[in-house]
């Protein structure tokens, strides 16, 4: 037995089993890609004469644009009409008005506010803490073996 050499690998018990099981599955498929052909379904016309509608629709708005910017010059207007002037002039005012306004109102709001914050009695008093706490004191005296020693 010992000079007995494989010449290939062979397959013993449970391994050749399972080999001859794999290679029947492989042998015995059906294919997994679908080779059918589909016939293709017409459309319906109602949705294709809609479809040209929208189309020259867009079309139509395409040249409309392409025909403004030819229309447009090609040079840079440097002046302004006099009416134009007046109400970029006022807007500006409109606006500088606006934000003083607002400006005071929140100025009014901050002095209100420190007003409040000024008037409000503290809520620690050191003359009652002290008395407290001479209170304390004694209490402890009291209550302690050598009161002499707590001042």
């Known amino acids: 037995m010992m000079n007995y050499v494989r010449k290939r690998n062979e397959r013993r018990g449970i391994d050749k089993l399972l080999y001859e099981q794999h290679v029947h599955r492989i042998n015995h498929a059906k294919p997994v890609i679908d080779t059918y052909q589909h016939t293709k379904i017409k459309p319906i016309p109602r949705y294709e004469i809609e479809k040209r509608i929208q189309q020259s629709k867009i079309e139509t708005e395409n040249m409309e644009l392409l025909y403004r910017l030819a229309q447009t010059k090609a040079s840079i207007q440097t002046h302004n009409h006099v009416s134009v002037l007046r109400q970029l002039r006022l807007k500006q005012q409109i606006a500088h008005i606006e ?18 914050i000024q008037q409000v009695k503290p809520s620690i008093s050191f003359d009652k803490l002290d008395e407290d706490y001479q209170k304390s004191r004694e209490k402890m005296k009291l209550m302690s073996l050598y009161p002499e020693y707590i001042k």
């Open 99 to 116: 934000r003083t306004l607002k400006q005071r109102n929140i100025n009014i709001e901050n002095n209100r506010l420190l007003q409040a």
